[in-house]
């Protein structure tokens, strides 16, 4: 059994630390927690495989861009033969305050594009996530432009806070299962 981590975000310097990339920053820091390297290129991703805590684990960051995420997704868990239930994708979102941290089982796309290929993709809402609020834009500012902008100096606080955050519910969900872990971290 193989459980497959999946950042969601967009590729290159240009998109380093926005807040559509949080996704990508919380498989970095769950490589650098369990040492491991993000240097395999396959199916559309840069990736990498490891032992942790006695599962197989994969880490990935599609590099499709985030509306294409599911182009990246479906084949790796198609090579792999990872089953949807041992998939977990963390996204930003628009709807929770900068800073927070919601897991769900299972739900909509809720007007995310990544998350909409996903769905598209994999045929099924049934997949767990876990999302980083980013708040919505102030002042008529497009959302496009919002998501592709990067962090105040208060923001990076939360947001690194809410990244350690999400990679401890992405530790403990290989000790514990997800409602467990929903449990604690929903609070």
Known sequence: MVKLFVGLGNPGKEYEQTRHNVGF??????????????????????????????????????????????????????????????LIVIYDDLDLSTGTVRLRPKGSAGGHNGMKSLIHHLKTEQFKRIRIGIDRPKNGMRVSDYVLGRWTAEEKIQIEQAIQKAADACERSLKISFAQVMNEFNK
Not at 58 to 83: A, F, H, Q, W
């Open 25 to 86: 920053m919380v498989i970095d820091e769950l490589a650098h927690r369990w040492g491991l390297s993000l240097n395999q290129t396959k199916f559309q991703g840069i990736f990498t495989s490891g032992m942790i805590s006695g599962e197989k684990v994969i880490l990935c960051k599609p590099l499709t861009y985030m509306n294409l995420s599911g182009e990246c997704v479906r084949p790796l868990m198609d090579y792999y033969n990872i089953d949807v239930d041992d």
